[in-house]
């Protein structure tokens, strides 16, 4: 088979890589593309292949004498045949036997018959495409000579050593011939390609070319036979075994057809799937706002019970969720839990008494243990929705110590979820700088001199060193000001002044 072939009617087809197959499966692997496209390189390379084509085109008639015409003419008929009935690919890519004819024709009549049954073939080929294009054209006639002329020039150098006396050696000789000229063309193909598109010219052949080294060896050891049968019998055994190849179409088309049919079928597969992706998407991202939103409500209502401590749950998740990201945390996931995690910190309270809860005195040993346990409550609250499991686990570690002398598990260090650590010190600063009916709040400096010396034993070291370098622009907030909850991730807000939004 021929991807316009190995002649390689490498013809270039829409855009940079080549159809299905890529082919004209052993000659002529096309990638139609526009002139006005081109960059001027590929321009350049273009005009360069057609002058070096030209010349050894017209090189070729003085190299040596023409013999058989009646034979090469019926070759040349048969070439253009097998490009008349090449078989349509997916994106105007063609798939046909020619390539057999050109080492055929290389073989028997030398450098003048393999030139003018290269021309043909890319003329012919050239009218079979839907987009005429002269560039197109150019490249092709240039590329296909050039590669005929070289695998000619071969076989002048071996005819002294007798290797075309043997039908096997011949099949052989056919093979290298089409291996040959596959060389030539896919890597001119190859070349052009990359100066079209931009991309490593190593990266465009490994992609697209490959593959067809096995069609250019085979279809070349069938030219091969054919000059053994010519040798033998004559023209009309050429035409005679020419006939099942050309016929072959046929069978060819059936298959290629099922496979364009398949192709668009999964491409409208793909394309259904895509969009089915984007909608899930936005749906799953509709429903994690809507859950974010229904526990930024919960949390509203806690604030209602709690007036003292208004806001507080908003402000330590926003600074949670700065400190995360000063630490490097990038995944969304990750970050919606400890956002979620410091937002509902304080959820098992709604298990505490007001009388405990609102007391405006020192509370008692009894009511202090009591007190403790909310932590443990707000574990089993959101533990029980798979959604919030992650979230339930910073809920329950938020008062341990990075000394060990926290509750209610007393872990230690590493131990304690890197969520819960970071709101731990999120949530001292908010407390040490927050108004109480018992105390006034001190003042951000007071608040991040007390965070460093307790760097160590009750903070995360790591986590420390993050706050400091998020606490220039925590200086300068308005901690008396309303901060709305991100009912959206932070993260995910395009507002560049949106609350929580860290320094990356």
């Known amino acids: 088979m021929h991807t316009t072939g190995v002649h390689a009617p490498c013809n270039i087809m ?56 009646v034979g090469l003419a019926v070759t040349v008929a048969l070439a253009a045949l097998a490009e008349i009935l090449a078989v349509r690919l997916h ?35 050239w009218f079979s495409f839907s ?18 002329f070289i695998a000619g020039v071969a076989l ?22 089409g291996l040959v000229i596959f060389l030539m063309t896919s890597n001119a193909v190859a070349l052009v390609m990359a100066l079209a598109s931009g991309n490593s010219y190593v990266a465009v052949y490994r992609e697209n070319f490959p593959w067809l080294i096995p069609h250019y060896a085979g279809l070349g050891a069938l030219g091969g036979g054919l000059a053994a049968a010519y040798d033998i019998f004559g023209v009309p055994g050429v035409v005679i075994l020419s006939l099942p190849l050309l016929l072959s179409r046929y ?23 895509q969009g089915a992706y984007i909608e899930i998407r936005s749906m799953s991202e509709e429903l994690s706002s809507a859950y974010t939103g229904t526990l930024e409500s919960l949390v509203a209502a806690l604030d209602v019970r709690d007036q003292e401590t208004k ?25 919606a839990t400890i956002y979620r995690g410091a937002l509902m910190h304080d959820v098992g309270k709604i298990g505490v008494p007001d009388a405990i809860l609102l007391k405006p005195a020192k509370l008692t040993e009894e009511e202090w243990e009591f007190m403790k346990r909310h932590s443990a409550m707000g574990y089993k609250i959101l533990a029980a929705v798979p959604y919030l499991r992650p979230t339930a686990k910073i809920v329950l570690a ?107």
């Open 156 to 177: 002048v150098q071996i005819r002294p050593i007798e290797l075309l006396d043997s039908p096997v050696a011949m099949l052989a000789v056919g093979a290298c011939v």
């Open 398 to 504: 938020h008062h341990e110590r990075w000394d060990g002398d926290g509750y209610p598990r007393r872990l230690k260090a590493e131990d304690i979820p890197l969520g819960a650590r970071i709101f731990a010190l999120a949530d001292t600063y908010d407390a040490i700088i927050s108004d109480r009916p018992y105390r006034k709040g001190q003042t951000p400096d007071a608040a991040l001199a007390e965070i460093l010396r307790c760097a160590g034993s009750q903070f995360d070291p790591r986590v420390v060193e993050a706050f400091e370098a998020a606490f220039p622009r925590w200086r300068e907030e308005d901690h008396g000001a309303n901060v709305r909850p991100l009912y959206l991730p932070a993260w995910r807000k395009k507002d560049k002044d949106a609350p929580g939004r860290a320094a990356s």
């Open 251 to 273: 069978s060819m088309k059936q298959v290629l057809d099922q496979t364009r049919e398949n192709v668009l079928r999964l491409e409208k597969s793909n394309q259904q799937l």
């Open 14 to 69: 829409r855009g940079n890589r080549l159809p299905l197959s890529g082919i004209r499966v052993a000659a002529d692997i096309a990638v139609e593309m526009s002139a006005h496209a081109l960059r001027r390189s590929a321009e350049w390379f273009i005009v360069t292949v057609f002058v070096l084509g030209s010349a050894t085109f017209t090189l070729a008639f003085f190299a040596e004498p023409l013999h058989d015409p």
């Open 311 to 335: 806001g507080h749950s908003v402000r330590v998740a926003v600074h949670s969720l700065d400190i995360a990201q000063m630490l490097g945390i990038k995944d969304e996931q990750e970050l």
């Open 91 to 125: 994106h105007d890519g063609r798939a046909s036997v020619s390539v057999v004819s050109l080492v055929l024709s290389a073989m028997v009549w030398g450098l003048p018959g393999v030139a003018l049954v290269s021309a043909v073939i890319t003329v012919t080929g």
């Open 131 to 148: 987009s005429r294009e002269v560039p197109k054209l150019a490249f092709n006639f240039g590329q296909h000579n050039l590669a005929a």
